[in-house]
T-cell receptor, first 112, second 114 residues
Framework: SQKIEQNSEALNIQEGKTATLTCNYT??????LQWYRQDPGRGPVFLLL?????KEKRKERLKVTFDTTLKQSLFHITASQPADSATYLC???????????FGRGTSLIVHP | DTAVSQTPKYLVTQMGNDKSIKCEQN?????MYWYKQDSKKFLKIMFS???????INETVPNRFSPKSPDKAHLNLHINSLELGDSAVYFC?????????????FGPGTRLTVT
């Protein structure tokens, strides 16, 4: 069966460090992958989208990589700040369906 | 201006009741969705609605029915509410039906069935 795996344990890091979150998937041939941020009591907010033929995408302090051989995406936040503390969700869509399937998310806690 | 709005924010009701959640988007998007986020934080698609075409997730009970009066609105009606329906329901929209559209989510409606 298709699975999207994100680390269920919270990631705790110190302010200023780079946070790296992982999204692994099985039995998918995703056409593209998205990352969202979700704060408590709020809806997810779109951050970045990367296509299957792209290796890397950047936006300000954010960087996403997409390795279709490893079936993995890494999400990096450089120079992290306490305001980056949130849950980060990855979402995959295969070519046959435009509706993304979401992972469970990983909580990031940035300590001052 | 709020891009995707939902009402109510909180909804507490008893088993067996019928309730509705309203959603409106002012982004001019073609496609709207309803998601359910359970206590384990999984965000699962329930419905997708695009230009009068409704795509239903087969795991959704037929007690749930989306209704779209126009392109900017997609409401969710729930009949005979059950305890297991307690969750946060998110409405979302995307610019186009296709492979490369990000989604814009509403603030969510926390439904509690007692």
């Amino acid at each position: 069966s298709q699975k999207i795996e994100q680390n269920s344990e919270a990631l705790n890091i110190q302010e200023g460090k780079t946070a790296t979150l992982t999204c692994n998937y099985t039995n998918y041939s995703p056409a593209y992958l998205q990352w969202y941020r979700q704060d408590p009591g709020r809806g997810p907010v779109f951050l970045l989208l990367i296509r299957e033929n792209e290796k890397e995408k950047r936006k300000e302090r954010l960087k996403v990589t997409f390795d279709t051989t490893l079936k993995q995406s890494l999400f990096h936040i450089t120079a992290s700040q306490p305001a980056d503390s949130a849950t980060y969700l990855c979402a995959l869509s295969s070519g046959g369906s435009y509706i993304p399937t979401f992972g469970r998310g990983t909580s990031l806690i940035v300590h001052p | 201006d709020t891009a995707v709005s939902q009402t109510p924010k909180y909804l507490v009701t008893q088993m067996g009741n019928d309730k509705s959640i309203k959603c409106e988007q002012n982004l001019g998007h073609d496609t709207m969705y309803w998601y359910k986020q359970d206590s384990k934080k999984f965000l699962k698609i329930m419905f997708s609605y695009n230009n009068k075409e409704l795509i239903i997730n087969e795991t959704v009970p037929n007690r749930f029915s989306p209704k779209s009066p126009d392109k900017a609105h997609l409401n969710l009606h729930i009949n005979s509410l059950e305890l297991g329906d307690s969750a946060v329901y998110f409405c979302a929209s995307s610019p186009q039906r296709g492979s490369y559209s990000e989604q814009y989510f509403g603030p969510g409606t926390r439904l509690t069935v007692t």
